[in-house]
């Protein structure tokens, strides 16, 4: 969401008319023998051209240019459209305290719905080298698996209506299972889960970086309803004490990854990555 567009668009919409009308002019005089005239054109194009990159240039670097937030939900959608009904329409109605009391209260209650009616969803994701579960449930947002790149979670959290992820869990001891930490700005993390094991110094230095609680986790037993499970399918160090498995399989509902986070069964059914 761009603030700074509000003020951008007065000063950039009517320079970019003149730019394009002044490109017009300069090819209509560039068929006539009066060179003195193109030049003169070209000579104030210029100037404008110049005028309208720095004003891009300055407004792009001010706080206000771009500010993240998260996707809104059908109901403050639809909300908003019954505010926009009652500002385009008020004219139109004779009664208007009736009119507007009523849309209002109609507008009141899809904000309420939105505030209070979060659906449970969950959804895979995929990037290059792994994947995770997504879930909001109960209105917590988990994210079980942390290879993924940051921007694909990111993304996930957004259109979740959200900026936070109240349960993270990374199933292995190794930084390629925390490289979602890498560069997950604007995101808040609650809780981070982990293998009770030694963990690499390359993850050690994502989660300084981080300021969330941090848990480690035991094999047969459940976490934010999350359940940890002995690493399968490419099992690691499996012959070790379970408290120092350095990598474990997560389940959740009817997904189970196995301790890479590549392959996973649903329902029972094995899905391999490719």
């Known amino acids: 969401m761009s603030f700074a567009a509000v003020l951008s ?44 990159n720095f004003f891009v240039e300055a407004f792009a670097a001010t706080p206000l240019a771009g500010i993240e937030v998260h996707a809104w939900s059908y109901w403050y959608v639809a909300a908003y459209y019954c505010l ?8 139109v109605f004779k009664n208007k305290k009736y009119f507007v009391s009523i849309v ?47 921007q694909t979670a990111k993304t996930a959290v957004l259109q979740a209506g959200t900026k936070q992820i109240d349960c993270l869990f990374i199933n292995s001891v190794y930084k390629s299972s925390a490289y979602v930490l890498k560069d997950l700005q604007g ?3 609650k809780n981070i889960y982990l293998p009770d094991a030694e963990l690499s110094e390359g993850t050690k230095e994502l989660l300084n970086n981080i300021p969330a609680q941090i848990h480690t986790v035991q094999t047969g037993k459940q976490y934010c309803g999350v359940d940890i499970q002995i690493p399968w399918y490419g099992q690691y160090n499996i012959s070790a004490p379970k408290k120092e498995y350095k990598s474990l399989s997560l389940a959740h509902g009817q997904y189970s990854f196995s301790a890479d986070m590549k392959s996973y069964k649903k329902d029972g059914e094995l899905f391999l990555y490719n």
Not at 84 to 91: D, E, I, K, M, T
Not at 126 to 141: C, G, H, M, T, W
């Open 104 to 150: 209002l209260s109609i507008t009141a209650v899809l904000f309420l719905c939105g505030v209070f009616i979060k659906p449970d969803f969950t959804r895979l994701l995929e990037s290059r080298y792994s994947k995770a579960l997504f879930v909001r449930q109960k209105n917590e947002i988990k994210l079980i698996g942390g290879g993924i790149d940051a």
């Open 84 to 91: 926009l009904f009652v500002v385009f329409n008020f004219p």
């Open 187 to 189: 995101i808040k993390i």
């Open 9 to 52: 668009n007065i000063i950039l919409v009517p320079l970019s008319g003149a730019l394009m009308g002044g490109g017009f002019l300069m090819w209509a005089a560039s068929f006539l023998p009066f060179d003195i005239l193109f030049k003169s054109i070209v000579f104030v194009m210029e100037k404008l051209l110049y005028l309208f």
